[in-house]
């Protein structure tokens, strides 16, 4: 069964970096690759990003490519989301989720990461 | 940023039929690109509802379907349950933004 378990929530302050992780089990972790999504409160999902966990290959919402970084580890099958220069409007859960399903649906989600950024 | 319109609430009493709608434009839907759905749950993580327009993931009930034209999609569910409430949200891709796309999300109220 595909697990996705992410790391605790966070509490930052404006102007600084989180990293947020995504450990995958019950598949082969370079199989499919990973997107990042966050949710405001009360609001809707936001696509973050993209990333291959085979080749490395990343894409970036336009928004967002300035700030984010995606990377993987497939020794450990855990992928990791840092943003950087965080502020107040950064504050939401953030969710990874397998591109795994057919015709490039989000198949699996993790439980998804409350980050708040508060001065 | 949404670029896949859908209205705020849509409500129904049980057992009856509504229908949610995903309104596009030719650099995403109209592109043919492919239409998914998700359903949240309150408090919980999005969950695959639908894929590829019209297809549904194993365990999920065949009261929920999808449809796609030109620039728009539509999810139906018929049969309303109270365990429906919750947030629909359609996702496809824009080759103008070049990436994933998702809908304002749909809140679901079973009366």
């Known amino acids: 069964q595909v697990h996705l378990v992410q790391s605790g929530a966070e509490v930052k302050k404006p102007g600084a970096s989180v990293r947020v992780s995504c450990k995958a089990s019950?598949?082969?972790?370079?199989?499919?690759?990973l997107v990042w999504v966050r949710q405001a409160p009360g609001q809707g999902l936001e696509w973050m990003g993209w990333?291959?966990?085979?080749?490395?290959?990343?894409a970036y919402a336009q928004n967002l490519q300035d700030r984010v970084t995606m990377t993987t580890d497939t020794s450990t099958n855990t992928a990791y989301m840092e943003l950087r220069s965080l502020r107040s409007d950064d504050t939401a859960v953030y969710y990874c989720?397998?591109?795994?399903?057919?015709?490039?649906?989000?198949?699996?989600w993790g439980q998804g990461t409350l980050v708040t950024v508060s001065s | 940023q949404s670029v896949l319109t859908q209205p705020p609430s849509v409500s129904g009493a049980p057992g009856q039929r509504i229908t949610i709608s995903c309104t596009g434009r030719s650099s995403n839907i109209g592109a043919h690109h492919d239409v998914n759905w998700y359903q949240q749950l309150p408090g919980a993580a999005p969950k695959l509802l639908i894929y590829g327009n019209n297809n549904r993931p194993s365990g999920v009930p065949d009261r929920f379907s999808g449809s796609k034209s030109a620039t728009s999609a539509s999810l139906a569910i018929t049969g309303l349950q109270a365990d429906d409430e919750a947030d629909y949200y359609c996702?496809?891709?824009?080759?103008?933004?070049?990436?994933?796309?998702f809908g304002t999300g749909t809140k679901v109220t079973v009366l």
């Open positions: 990333i291959s966990t085979s080749n490395g290959n990343i």
């Open positions: 019950g598949y082969t972790f370079t199989t499919y690759g």
């Open positions: 989720a397998r591109k795994g399903g057919p015709y490039g649906s989000f198949d699996s």
């Open positions: 996702q496809s891709y824009d080759i103008g933004l070049r990436g994933e796309v």
